[in-house]
């Protein structure tokens, strides 16, 4: 079994930053992709940021420039650094792991941007 916890959320003001953390737990012995996805109320999960097990990274056109995923294979972690945050950002953060047996979901983190 796989299990993602993710923490670092919380609320922060415009113009500031955060760290998300994920972490996989279990049957975990090759990641080959890291991928961090939020949602708003009333909106559908969107895609943030993704990077490979090379290292490849890419970005949502929204957060480019100020979003930045990079992941730890010795602790089986991946983070998301947000900067210059907007009021737009808030959302519920959800990280997803993809291995060769499948893809796994974390329980998702609060982002909560205010004025």
């Known amino acids: 079994q796989v299990q993602l916890v993710e923490s670092g959320g919380g609320l922060v003001q415009a113009g500031g930053s955060l760290r998300l953390s994920c972490a996989a737990s279990?049957?975990?012995?090759?990641?080959?992709?890291w991928d961090w996805y939020r949602q708003a109320p009333g909106k559908q999960r969107e895609f943030v940021a993704g990077?490979?097990?090379?290292?490849?990274?890419n970005y949502a056109d929204s957060v480019k420039g100020r979003f930045t995923i990079s992941r730890d294979d010795a602790k089986n972690t991946v983070y998301l650094q947000m900067n210059s945050l907007k009021l737009e950002d808030s959302a519920v953060y959800y990280c997803?792991?993809?291995?060769?047996?499948?893809?796994?979901w974390g329980q998702g983190t609060q982002v909560t941007v205010s004025s």
């Open positions: 997803k792991t993809t291995l060769l047996m499948g893809s796994y």
């Open positions: 279990g049957s975990v012995f090759s990641i080959i992709r």
């Open positions: 990077i490979t097990s090379g290292l490849r990274t």
